[in-house]
């Protein structure tokens, strides 16, 4: 069975100019991997430049009662773009709110221990945090509504001393060894309220939130000029565990992947390496997805119900994501030998293509 070892984390992820790759188990004090020499290759750029092609993104998916959310900041280091996407599993109906946000110092912070992200906009204010010394994720947001969508507004909490929650961070090569991806996944148990359609005139749906599952990333990484990656991610509750995964598809990488990735699985707050997988649609992108690997760890099938696209261009940068609600049916194998057998168990899928 495949095993990847986790070490605790170094005081930096990159030293004398080269990355440390691994799997650490818990956080990093700062996910910071500024300062590599030559990443791209021979062209002898000074580091201020090749600093400036690294981009960062953070994701969180929440469930609350019968709603799925998804919120994504991308940091392009000259602006920054903010969605919250937010599905009913009961009916597959979908929202989603968007902001562009103009140029910042920084958008997505390097400090793990204790951090923000915000969108200030009055109409998209969305702001998560995170401080270790005080045992606290915090996600506020207030959408105002449209002619198309609900208002929303929540206010959710989780701690890191949970039981349920853990913590993992990655360092794996990107094209080459000379260039780095680092990550940063950690899963929460949420309590708190979302507020759906609430105005002046109406006190709108109340959903409390009580012991639900979550998965929060932040990954930086050394991209090159066009780059194109799929990413799985899911978390809930079934048969009495609490489990979420991860899984990282990146289809332009020629890294070794089977010694480094940043694939995993978390048990009531457990994790569990996994390797590489290759995620395939025989059918179209918003058709079945397969997803497996070569030792019998993940054998996925994830069934879109509704898909979210966005396309963003501004002179030569684009991106295009598509973000795919749907549900897994298959097996997980832990790393003890326990297959976790999940059957409508839901998620989100994304795929993403960047060219800057």
Known sequence: MYFRQMVEPPPALVKNGKALFGTFSGHVSRLDIRGLHSPFGGVPLPVFISNFRIKSSLLFTFNAGSYQGLISFFDNKIFGLVEIDLWNRETGRKYTYKNLMGPRHRFIPHNLEQGFCASFNSRRYVRISWDHKRDRISIIFNLKGSSVSPSLQAALTGHFSDPAS??????????????????????????????????????????????ETSCFSIKRAYYGYRTQEQ???????????????????????????????????????????????????????????????????????????????????????????????GKFEGVLKTKDGEDIKLSGFCGVAREQLLRV
């Open 166 to 211: 853990g913590e993992v961070t990655h360092c794996v090569p990107i094209k080459s060894r000379r260039r780095c991806c680092a990550s940063y996944l950690t899963t929460q148990k949420l309590r708190g309220t979302l507020t759906i359609g609430r105005t002046k005139k109406t006190a709108g749906q109340v959903i409390n939130v009580e012991n």
């Open 231 to 325: 990413k799985i991610f899911a978390s809930g509750d079934f048969n009495g565990k609490s489990v979420s995964f991860s899984l990282n598809n990146l289809l332009d990488s020629q890294s070794l992947q089977e010694a480094v990735n940043q694939n995993v699985l978390f048990v009531d707050g457990v994790c569990t390496t996994l390797p590489p997988v290759k995620m395939t649609q025989p059918f179209g992108l918003s058709k079945k997805w397969i997803i497996q690997d070569t030792e019998n760890m993940v054998d996925l099938s994830f069934e879109p119900v509704s898909k979210i696209s966005r396309e963003l261009s501004l002179f030569a940068f684009k991106i295009v994501i598509q973000n795919l609600y």
